[in-house]
C-alpha cells in the first residue's frame, strides 16, 4: 500500500475551495509525505488540469479527493433560513448537484492517480472496483464504527478517521440534526473502536497539529495522520487573506451548518454566533446560497461574516514552507515515540 510505501507517515488533508494547490500537493509529497488534491467544488476538466500540474511538479504519487454526492433537501425545509439571511445579506439560489461526480470518476478511471480518498459518503462497490481495477487505493473517511463497516464491505483499501477535532466539514455519510445532542467521537475514541471492529489500515485525522499529536495516533493504531489546518498558513496554499490571517489566534472553534447547510468546524465569528442555531440541514444547497455574501466579506475583509474552517489546534499552526513543515513534524514524531517506549511501564 501507498501508506507502507511513505518516507514520512503524513498525508495532506483535502482542503477544498482554495487552500489545496498543486504546489502544496508537491511540496509535501516531496518533503515525503503524500500530498492530495481537493477536488471539491471543481468541474472535473479544471481537476484535469490541477492534476496535470501536479504531473509536472514532481513525479511522486498523490491522491485526490472526492465528494460523494447525497440527496436533494427539499426547498420548505430551508425557505426560513433563506429568509432570514435575506433580511441582511444579498444571497444566491440554492442548489443541488452532484459536484460533477461521474465526470471525475471517469476522469479517475482513464487518468489513475495512486489513491481517491473519499467524504460524505461510500462509493458502491461497482465504483470501487473501478477504481481499483485501474491500481487506484481507495481510502473512505469515516467517522463512526458503522460506517466504517460500510467501507469494508464495499471495498475500501483503507480507512480515515476523521475525529471530532477536525477543521472543516464533518465527513459524515448522513448529516441528521437528531444526531446534533450525541457528542460526535474524538479521535482517540474513534481509533480505538475502530482497531477492535475493522481489520483495515487507518489514517488518522483531526486536530493532529503536532509531532507529538502524530506519535499518539501512530500509538493507537493508525499507520499514518492526515493533516490540513497546519498547512494552511504554508506559501504554497491557496488560503484567501481573511482566513490565512485568521489561522493561529487564540480564537476558539466550533461546529455549524450556517454557511453551507452541513455541519463544519470553523474559528467561530459573529455569523456563526448568530445563525446556527437556526441553519438546516440543507447540503449544498446553503453552500450556494451564501456563496455571494462569503464572497463579499472576502473581498471586504471582513472575518465575522465568513466561514474560517479550521480544527481544534489551529493555535499552534505556522508560517512555513511545506517542506520545512512536514520534515519539522516528523522529526518531532520520531522523538516523541522514542521518549514514550523510553519510559518503564510500572506494573500494578
Known amino acids: 500500500m501507498i501508506i507502507d510505501e511513505l518516507r514520512v507517515p503524513i498525508v495532506l488533508a483535502p ?27 471543481l468541474p472535473a476538466d479544471e481537476l484535469a488540469r490541477r ?4 504531473r509536472a511538479g514532481a513525479p511522486l504519487p498523490f491522491g485526490v479527493n472526492l465528494f460523494v454526492p447525497g440527496p436533494a433537501t427539499p426547498p420548505a425545509e430551508f425557505a426560513d433560513y433563506l429568509a432570514e439571511l435575506g433580511r441582511d445579506h444579498e444571497l444566491g439560489a440554492p442548489a443541488h448537484d ?27 462497490a461497482a465504483e470501487i472496483a473501478r477504481l481499483r481495477a485501474v491500481g487506484t487505493e481507495v481510502w473512505v473517511t469515516v467517522t463512526s464504527v458503522g460506517e466504517a463497516r460500510i467501507a469494508r464491505d464495499a471495498g475500501a483499501d483503507a480507512l480515515i478517521a476523521q475525529g471530532a477535532e477536525a477543521g472543516g466539514h464533518r465527513a459524515n455519510f448522513i448529516d ?10 474524538g479521535l482517540l475514541a474513534l481509533l480505538q473502536l475502530l482497531r477492535a ?12 497539529s503536532t ?23 504554508c506559501p504554497e496554499a491557496g488560503t484567501n487573506p481573511v482566513h490565512r490571517a485568521a489561522v493561529g489566534s487564540a480564537e476558539p472553534t466550533a461546529l455549524t451548518r450556517a454557511f453551507t447547510g452541513r455541519r463544519a468546524r470553523g474559528i467561530r465569528n459573529r455569523f456563526m454566533a448568530e445563525h446556527s442555531a437556526s441553519a438546516p440541514v440543507a447540503y449544498p444547497e446553503i453552500h450556494y446560497a451564501t456563496a455571494p455574501l462569503r464572497a463579499a466579506a472576502r473581498a471586504a475583509g471582513n472575518r465575522e461574516e465568513v466561514n474560517l474552517w479550521a480544527g481544534q489546534t489551529q493555535s499552534l499552526s505556522p508560517e512555513l514552507p511545506a517542506g520545512e513543515l512536514v520534515a519539522s513534524l516528523a522529526r518531532d514524531a520520531k522523538t516523541a515515540l522514542e521518549t514514550a517506549l523510553s519510559r518503564r511501564i510500572q506494573s500494578c
Do not use: N
Open 197 to 208: 471492529h475493522v481489520d483495515l489500515p487507518i489514517v488518522a485525522t483531526g486536530g493532529l
Open 176 to 185: 441528521r440534526v437528531a444526531d446534533d445532542p450525541v457528542d460526535p467521537l
Open 98 to 124: 452532484t459536484d460533477d461526480w461521474a465526470a471525475k470518476l471517469d476522469l479517475l478511471v482513464a487518468d489513475p492517480v495512486a489513491v481517491v480518498t473519499c467524504t460524505f459518503g461510500c462509493p458502491d
Open 15 to 41: 482542503m477544498a475551495g482554495g487552500p489545496s494547490t498543486p504546489e502544496l500537493t508537491v511540496a509535501v509529497g516531496e518533503a515525503g509525505g503524500l500530498g492530495l488534491l481537493a477536488a471539491g467544488y
Open 51 to 54: 492534476i496535470a500540474a501536479t
Open 211 to 233: 509531532g507529538a499529536g502524530i506519535a499518539a495516533a501512530m500509538a493507537a493504531g493508525a499507520a499514518a495522520a492526515q493533516l490540513g489546518t497546519i498547512f494552511l498558513r
